[in-house]
């Protein structure tokens, strides 16, 4: 009987063994380095465990650093932190809001349990989507602005270019990521909107003024609503010398009580209605809710700061529902 040399039957052994003995994984070299932006691509990278989760992933990864690379050109415009608060805020909502299903997975990998992908989006379709957004946001402002002309009250005109105002930042957001993307994009008609409604709003409420009327329940909502008619440079007298250039706020609140183990539990429906000359402006509704350890009292105060951040995040006149 002839026997395997100890020595063959050793270098064998640890041949199969070595060959069982799964490997570890190695990490690409595109998700330790990602791939940097080009003219023609952007890309993410990102890893998870299924490719679609990764894909998705990446996709955020990819919006992500479009808008870290914003943050330059965003520099260059004078904005106090509440408009760069906004502008920030609205960069990210335009971010998510776009189309990614162009996206291309150029490259993929299994990591262990999870699986890598690079993806790739061409940059003349982000150019494209936000050009049509950017283009299409103003369109829609400026036919708002002519439907609200001479013939109109005033107050009604001076809403509607204030609202506009409160979106500046958005129609900003977009203007800055545009140039992110296409940095030789002419960017001075968009500009230009901005500064020329600015300026037609400033012009306005110079002369403008308003009253705030509220009923029993809703005095706690007075004070918030008249910090910000003041923060917009309108005075809050009730009386002026030209009663035209006056608008008139009406405060309502409905209130439901109840007292729980956890404290004094407040809901308040508040509703306004601003007029101006004998006629309805607007109208909208506002419903809030507050748990409060030691008083009614103080869950609507709480309530009242609530309705003065809304005033100041979604805007004065986006508030009063123009």
Known sequence: MRFFHPFVFLSFWLFLTGCMTPEEPQTPDWVVHPPEATAQELYGVS????????????????????????????????????????????????????????????????????VAVLIAMERADLITQLTVRLQSHIRRLETEIAANTEGQPFFQRLAVLGKVNEEH?????????????????????????????????????FDASASVISDAGAIAFVVPLKKAFAAEGIGTAYFTQDAKHRGTVLLFADKQQERTQRGYFLKIRLRTKTRARKQILAKSEHYYQKIS?????????????????????????HTLGF
């Open 47 to 114: 890893v998870a465990s299924s490719l679609p989760k990764t894909v998705l992933s990446a996709v955020g990864g990819l919006a992500s650093a479009v808008y870290d690379a914003a943050q330059e050109p965003l520099r260059k415009y004078p904005l106090d932190s509440l408009q760069l608060q906004r502008t920030r805020r609205a960069m990210k909502a335009v971010l998510a809001s776009l189309d990614y299903d162009g996206v291309e997975v150029k490259k993929k990998a299994p990591m262990d349990k999870n």
């Open 169 to 205: 930042a958005e129609v900003l957001a977009e203007i800055v990521l545009l140039e992110t993307a296409d940095p030789f994009t002419d960017l001075k008609p968009y500009l230009a909107f901005i500064e020329r409604t600015r300026s037609a709003y400033d012009r306005l409420k």
């Open 293 to 317: 350890p030691e008083n009614f009292k103080t869950a609507e105060s709480a309530i009242a700061e609530t309705f003065a951040a809304d005033l100041r995040n979604k805007g004065l006149f």
